[in-house]
């Protein structure tokens, strides 16, 4: 089989590596990039089991411009990238600013740079629902403009939109909702060195005991029971849409484009703790805290776009994502 390579920067981590095993299960061959510095070899080293065969990998920093171009150099023919790799923590982002812009900006800045020389014309970015800030309307789709982001993690997914934008190579941003779960195998997770300050990974955390409680943020907004509402998406879902984003742009000329990566449903924070209790059968201790600065009242998407574009549909209940992440959290440990 002749496969075409897709350079997956960030390869080793969460959607990365679920991504792998999509991408491969559709016939490319993904060649990874990551540096490891908050994701795993073991999410290699599992999706290599999951699909029974070897992943080229590179541990390598994605704004070393000279070992990136050696990385380009031996593959020769790159046909797509996914850029994954990025620093990812909201609350760290505000405490480390600089971090976050030199990082997450000069990254893509050098793969551009690199894709330009070397003639790889076509990327796929990790982008997020933040870039729209506090949207005007609900569900939001794409024609809504970005909103004051609410973090510089937030800025930096705007930022970097933007550069892609003003390239010249041909362009998908998927903007992901809030992703849950894990692959069904449970053979590769979130494997972040980074304290979790997701909500799900959090619950996990108090269910397996490594936490004793966990607060919600808030319970006197304007939501069906006050607490913040968001729209879950199942990784395995959101890795099968990059699948469909590649096949998308290398059939096309001149694609420059984005998608909500949501299923269009809002959850409250209340209503995803009963889930995964009711899910799992299992107590979780928390309790009422007040309102977490920077939170969102309520985001979640119009995913037509996507639906209507690339034939994307979320297949995976919002169950099986409560049950497998706590699946991936109890062999973690
Ligand atoms: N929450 C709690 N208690 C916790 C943790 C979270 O109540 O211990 C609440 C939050 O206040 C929020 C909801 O759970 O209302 C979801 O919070 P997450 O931190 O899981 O997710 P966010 O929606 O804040 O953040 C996600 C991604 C970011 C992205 C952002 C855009 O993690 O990468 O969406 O809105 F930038």
Not at 144 to 162: D, H, I, M, R, V
Not at 182 to 187: E, M
Not at 223 to 237: E, L
């Amino acid at each position: 089989m002749n496969r075409k390579n897709i350079l997956v920067t960030g390869g080793a981590g969460y959607i990365g590596s679920h991504t792998l095993v999509e991408l491969y299960n559709s016939g490319y061959k993904p060649i990874v990039v990551d540096n490891l510095s908050n994701s795993s070899l073991n999410n290699i080293t599992g999706a290599e089991q999951i699909i029974k065969s070897k992943i080229d990998f590179y541990k390598v920093d994605c704004t070393d411009f000279e070992q990136m171009n050696k990385v380009f150099k031996e593959k020769k023919n790159i046909d797509a990238v996914i850029h994954f790799a990025a620093f990812k923590s909201v609350e760290e982002s505000v405490r480390h600013p600089d971090k976050y812009f030199s990082n997450n900006i000069r990254s893509l800045e050098t793969l551009i740079d690199l894709m330009n020389s070397h003639n790889v014309n076509n990327i796929i970015f990790s982008s997020s629902c933040t870039v729209y800030g506090t949207p005007e309307f609900l569900p939001v789709n794409e024609l809504a403009p970005f909103g004051k982001a609410e973090s510089p993690y937030g800025e930096t997914k705007q930022l970097c939109e933007k550069l892609i934008e003003k390239s010249t190579i041909n362009s998908i941003s998927l903007r992901y909702f809030n992703p849950v779960g894990s692959h069904p195998t449970s053979l590769i997770g979130d494997c972040s060195a980074d304290k979790p300050n997701n909500l799900v990974p959090i619950i996990c955390e108090v269910a397996s005991g490594k936490r004793e409680s966990m607060q919600i943020f808030g319970n006197d907004y304007n939501t069906i029971d006050g607490t913040c509402v968001r729209d879950y998406i199942h990784v395995v879902d959101l890795a099968k849409a990059h699948v469909m984003a590649v096949n998308h742009i290398l059939n096309n000329t001149k694609i420059k484009t984005a998608y909500n990566l949501g299923v269009g449903k809002g959850v409250s924070v209340q209503e995803v703790i009963d889930s995964f209790q009711k899910v799992n059968n299992l107590k979780i201790s928390y309790e009422l805290g007040p309102r977490r600065s920077g939170d969102v009242e309520k985001i979640y998407s119009d995913n037509t776009k996507i639906n209507d574009e690339l034939g994307w549909f979320p297949v995976m209940s919002f169950e099986s994502g409560l049950e497998s992440a706590w699946n991936w959290e109890k062999l973690k440990n």
